[in-house]
């Protein structure tokens, strides 16, 4: 959300400064066709392409904005770093909570049996008329619940431990 909201901020300004400087004569060509769509932009990636491109062809009417867009580089590509590495560290985290609460059925049980069903639904992706329709939770819950990882430290704690896995396929209910 804060490099989104940064983003959306460094480029509200980008387009107010363009919006009296497109009027200058000696305003560069290259400029006129960078910034044309400006305003649809939704990528992080457009605004450090044109951030690099400006560094090799500065002009001193843009040294102000450039430093701008140049400090906006930095900072959202910290963010980022920031964010995978917690994204990374979350997962980990998951995975070891995972792998101690097997460890605890394992010590528990003899026997694990899991039914399977089938959940290649979750991974296609919806329709524009699908989405409109409801909120995509779905994708979400798969992210966070990762139930495919829990189900296999389940497995392998119990198969490493000589015990029994037993997998049957879940029983399809009819709607009618």
Known sequence: ????????????????????????????EWLFSRLEHLSQWKSHYRLE?????????PFEKGEQILANLKAWCKQDKHLWNWQA?????????????????AKKMVDEYDTLELEVKDSSWILKKPSPAEKAGAPSIVRTIMKVGAASYFKTALEQAFASAGKKVVIREAIKENAA
């Open 49 to 57: 392409e044109l951030t690099r491109f400006w560094e090799k062809f």
């Open 85 to 101: 590495n917690l994204r990374e560290q979350m997962q980990l985290r998951r995975r070891e909570n995972f792998r101690v609460f």
């Open 1 to 28: 959300a804060t490099r989104d909201k940064n983003f959306d901020k460094i480029k509200a300004e980008l387009k107010t400064w363009w919006e009296t400087q497109s009027k200058e004569p000696d305003c560069p």
